[in-house]
Structures are given as C-alpha cells and as structure tokens.
C-alpha cells in the first residue's frame, strides 16, 4: 500500500518510519512520473511488511521536494532511520529498483 507523503506528515510518514522507505517523487503532469508509477505500486504491493512506499507529489509539497534537493521527477529515495540511502533518478528498470532495495531491506 502506498501512503501519500506531504510537507505536513513527511517527518512522521518517513523520517520516523519503524521501515526502510521508498519515496517518489512525482507530478500529475510528469510523463515518466506516470511511467514508473506501475513499477512502484507493484514494489509497495510485493515488498508489504518489509518496505514502506511513499508518493510525495512536488508541486503540492514543494518544501520537502526542495529539501531533499529535487532536480529532476520521477526521483525515488530510499531512507531509513530517517536518513536517505540512495537516488534513483529518472525512469529505470524494475530490476534496477530491486538491486537497490534489497541492500537495505
């Protein structure tokens, strides 16, 4: 399942997770946003209990978009222990996404 992160509840949603967290970073008008998108809901679907999967859309949380220094969408993050692990930056293979997850979960 994925959980919307804000501005608001980023702190609590990710920083304070009990999880490893992944976080993409998107926008509706974001073409390779919407892509990718199929890939991470499968991941929160198939990593459930060992993987928290986060959606943060940048035009509606602009401040934890420009904290984290977000150039470029679709951007995934993982943190955790509230710290970020890895960037994965743009539209990559499934297989790419895994390799990364799987050194922290």
């Known amino acids: 399942m994925e959980v919307v992160a804000t501005d608001q509840n980023f702190k609590e949603e ?4 009990k999880m490893p967290v992944l976080v993409d970073f998107w926008a509706d008008w974001c073409m390779p946003c919407r892509m990718i998108a199929p890939t991470v809901e499968e991941i929160a679907r198939e990593y459930e209990g060992k993987l928290k999967v986060c959606k943060l859309n940048v035009d509606e949380s602009p401040s934890t978009a420009a904290r984290y220094g977000i150039m470029s969408i679709p951007t995934l993050i993982i943190f955790k222990e509230g710290r970020e692990l890895e960037r994965i930056v743009g539209v990559v293979p ?5 390799e990364k997850l799987k050194l922290y979960i």
């Open 14 to 17: 990710v920083l304070e997770a």
């Open 94 to 98: 499934r297989s790419v996404i895994d």
